[in-house]
């Protein structure tokens, strides 16, 4: 809806863990990109926070102190598929990218159409 509503480039922060979804993080953002014509910026924190007290996750394993490694590996993509390179897994980091927003427009004109995706 961002896009179909002006937007240029949108921007998702996450603070997600490798077992949950590090599998699908390469190509995430740039899917999202390609359906949407418009950069996105797929954002992810790094390291691990410790927490005093032990919880648990629902998941039925043994209390825990931490939530677990946050992989970072943030990147920019862009309407036609294209994608930076990540940020480091491990270090807090700093990118820079030049976004030509003309090619949102150049893609929007060529596919026509944007994807709509609805929750049932």
């Known amino acids: 809806m961002y896009s179909m509503n002006?937007?240029?480039?949108i921007f998702n922060p996450s603070a997600t863990?490798?077992?949950?979804?590090e599998p699908v993080w390469p190509i995430e953002a740039r899917n999202?990109?390609?359906?949407n014509h418009c950069f996105t910026c797929a954002i992810n924190r790094v390291g691990t926070e410790h927490f005093k007290s032990e919880f648990t996750s629902g998941d039925g394993k043994k209390a825990h102190h931490d939530?677990?490694?946050f992989y970072g590996s943030s990147y920019v993509a862009g309407p036609d598929g294209s994608r930076t390179p990540g940020l480091s897994r491990t270090r807090d980091?700093?990118?820079v990218v030049e976004?030509?927003?003309n090619l949102?427009?150049?893609?929007s004109d060529k596919?026509?159409?944007?994807?709509q995706f609805r929750s049932y």
């Open 32 to 35: 999202a990109a390609i359906a």
């Open 17 to 21: 863990i490798g077992a949950l979804s």
């Open 111 to 115: 596919w026509s159409f944007k994807v």
């Open 93 to 95: 980091g700093l990118l």
């Open 99 to 101: 976004m030509d927003l």
């Open 6 to 9: 002006g937007a240029e480039v």
């Open 104 to 107: 949102n427009r150049q893609v």
């Open 67 to 69: 939530f677990g490694h």
